[in-house]
């Protein structure tokens, strides 16, 4: 298999009719939508594919409710091959080919989506701590769609979904918005393509804290294959139009070793008419934190692994030939590998159009900050810049194959920084992917009231006590920090708190005299206000947290 990370900057057009290869059903487009408005960031969602924007108004704003949007809209895209035909489910500005709901247990169309045209919305303070403080569940975890495959934790041990008797959902972040989507609720109208037959689990999440982790939304997809031939060479990713502000003024670039696309503004004044940043403008970026596989054939992390992903760039928004528009399935396949329209190789320098012999797998992975080539401010070796303009883009990760019954699993964060200027906005931007990627263990592990991070909520079998370190407190905190931590053996713990750049500013040893909770009390009076992360390490195990100082 061929593991790839796959970016396209384009504008898209409207496609012909799909020929129908599996069937379909008459499922109306969804209306169910919600705000995801947690951390610096209110975010719209919806529920058949598209993110932030499906007609007037588009909402990414960051800061939260500062007026001004950094994404203008984003897409879920599948693509791959059922037999001989390569197929696409979703869209960029529609009409959108997922419809909600799951599939029925064959895997056939659904006679009917309407019912489950909804967004189910948790808040880990108000719906999940009532599981352990003795409160009645909300109505929020009364009413978890566990009927449809929403995941939830069995903790009373008996059949089925039992909130009463202290079962709750699976929660990401300390605010969440789940719903269940399919591609065969009606036919494809955008790529012209037949159905892949698949169903989707989407948790949109984030977490009520400044700094890196509070500028940063995260987006899980479990997609399963519900047909019965095995998709070949699959892909995941979104389409994004990213307007940053002002929408006229951007730039777009590669970084390789946070598996991430962003985009930056060109100079160091997006134009201020009303929905620009002004002075310092901020970057912003699509990175990929985690893939996993049914059969554990993906690699769990695609940081710092450059060769587990590539990039395309279309530089003819809005017209044809072979460098413009896609306008069917085998055209996003092309470009998913990193292609033209017309299935030549992208090529090093300028705008990757015949400029070069070399087959470039990612666009523009030049740094930006050191004017490095291949870059939009050098596109050429002589140092010429690029045009600036409305930039937008594919991220994809691929290819791999799903077999009937199989499941894949994909996080996706949208990380924002801000810096002096647009140039330094880069740095911080890739500090911040940085901080994500080292942190992803706690960021994306479910949230347990209980406190224990096994998600059935049980120790491993080889141990009477499970490892976890719980949220440290108080947070934000500008004193003291206490952990409180199980230990599944007795010996020393290393304790480290490092900053934002991932520089260690506090290292001490702990020695656990047995095993079993502890509490462990750090001094952290002598840090400067900012973001930081705690970690607690035995001889096998590892975690770690965010919190915060404030002075």
Request: aromatic letters at 12%.
């Amino acid at each position: 298999m061929r593991w790839a990370f796959v970016v396209i900057s384009l504008i898209l057009t409207w496609p012909l009719q799909a020929q129908d290869l599996y069937s379909t059903g008459n499922c109306e487009q969804a209306r169910a939508e919600t705000i995801l408005e947690v951390g610096n960031v209110r975010a719209r969602v919806f529920n058949n594919g598209p993110l932030f924007w499906r007609g007037s108004p588009h909402i990414y704003e960051v800061p939260a409710g500062g007026g001004v949007n950094a994404v203008f809209s984003a897409n879920l895209l599948l693509a791959g091959f059922v037999e001989d035909d390569v197929r696409v489910a979703g869209s960029t500005y529609g009409p959108y080919e997922f419809w909600p709901g799951p599939l029925p247990v064959d895997g056939s169309a659904p006679l009917n989506c309407a019912r489950y045209d909804r967004i189910w919305e948790l808040d880990f303070r108000d719906d999940l701590l009532a599981t352990s403080s003795g409160r009645t569940p909300s109505e929020n975890v009364l009413e978890w769609p566990t009927e449809n495959g929403a995941p939830f934790v069995d903790v009373n041990g008996e059949t089925g979904y039992q909130p009463l008797g202290g079962d709750h959902p699976v929660m990401y972040g300390d605010m969440q918005a789940f719903w269940i989507m399919n591609d065969r609720g009606n036919t494809h109208q955008r790529f012209d393509s037949a159905p892949l037959a698949v169903e989707v689990q989407a948790h949109a999440f984030g977490f009520d804290v400044p700094g890196d982790v509070g500028n940063t939304t995260f987006y899980r997809y479990r997609v399963e294959n519900k047909g019965t031939h095995t998709i070949r060479e699959m892909g995941i990713g979104f389409f994004v139009d990213v307007d940053l502000g002002d929408f006229d003024d951007d730039y777009v670039g590669t970084d390789t070793t946070n598996s991430m696309l962003y985009f930056y503004n060109a100079d160091n004044n997006d134009f201020d008419n009303g929905y620009g940043y002004g002075p310092a403008p901020p970057a912003i970026g699509i990175a990929i934190l985690e893939a996993s596989h049914a059969n554990g054939s993906l690699p769990s992390d695609t940081g710092g692994h450059p060769g587990s992903f590539a990039t395309a760039s279309v530089w003819n928004p809005g017209g044809g030939g072979v460098t413009g528009d896609p306008d069917n399935a085998e055209h996003i396949h092309h470009f998913m590998n990193g292609r033209w329209k017309d299935g030549t190789p992208i090529t090093e320098g300028g705008d990757g159009w015949r400029n070069g012999s070399v087959p470039m797998p990612f666009a523009m992975p030049g740094d930006p900050v050191t004017g490095q080539y291949w870059s939009e401010v050098n596109s050429t070796l002589s140092g010429r810049p690029m045009r600036p303009s409305d930039r937008r883009g594919f991220v994809f990760f691929g290819s791999f194959d799903l077999d009937p019954g199989q499941w894949a699993r994909f996080t996706f964060a949208y990380v924002w920084a801000r810096g002096r200027d647009h140039l330094d906005s880069v740095v911080e931007l890739r500090d911040a992917a940085r901080h994500l990627h080292e942190n992803k263990e706690a960021l994306l592990a479910p949230r347990d009231p209980n406190l224990s991070r096994f998600i059935d909520g049980n120790p491993p079998e080889d141990s009477q006590f499970p490892f976890w370190v719980d949220e440290p407190y108080p947070n934000p905190t500008d004193d003291q920090l206490a952990l409180r931590a199980s230990f599944d053996k007795s010996g020393p713990l290393s304790v480290r708190v490092s900053d934002a750049l991932g520089r260690t500013r506090i290292s001490e040893v702990y020695t656990a005299n047995e095993a079993g909770q502890q509490t462990i009390t750090l001094d952290v009076s002598a840090l400067a206000p900012g973001s930081y992360s705690v970690s607690l390490e035995s001889r096998s195990h590892r975690q770690s947290h965010a919190f915060v100082v404030l002075r």
